[in-house]
């Protein structure tokens, strides 16, 4: 085979230098979006970056809820049961009303307290039984304690 150019007479070296194989490379959507934004220096100056993460209360289940709840300054009533919550909301009654000047909107109010009340009794009755109740409040007493509040603060 004289004449011919294959690799083997060339002056380059008797062999061919073979790449190892590697499998394709896909970056999918999410590693391309991390990616940029690092190069475009996103995670720079993070708060807490170069911190220990706080783990103390890992072993409660609820622990990222509680953590929520506190580091954004959220209400937590909303977790109570509904008794629990309407209690809590019959205990405010009248004062949580006097910046309400009419009093069709204060009954209203205190009227349909009285039907989630009553809804809150059905529904424990079809499930489980609950030691907690919360109980209906007299409307027209609280119409009184009203007006006397809105008397008295003018």
Request: proline share 6%; aromatic share 6%.
């Amino acid at each position: 085979m004289t004449g011919t150019s294959d690799d083997r007479s060339s002056g380059e070296g008797r062999f061919r230098r073979v790449r190892r194989w590697q499998p394709p490379r896909h970056e999918s959507r999410v590693e391309k979006m991390i990616r940029e934004a690092t190069e475009r220096g996103e995670f720079d100056n993070l708060p807490g970056m170069g911190k220990p993460l706080d783990l103390s209360d890992a072993d409660d289940p609820d622990w990222w809820v509680k953590r929520k709840i506190r580091d954004e300054n959220l209400d937590s009533s909303a977790l109570l049961p509904m008794p629990l919550q309407l209690r809590r909301e019959a205990q405010d009654f009248p004062d949580s009303l006097v910046s309400i000047a009419d009093e069709d909107a204060v009954r209203e109010i205190l009227t349909d307290f009285n039907r989630r009340v009553r809804e809150a009794h059905l529904g424990s009755r079809a499930g489980l039984p609950t030691l907690i109740t919360a109980h209906t409040v007299d409307v027209d007493d609280l119409i009184d304690r009203w007006r006397e509040l809105r008397r008295s603060r003018g």
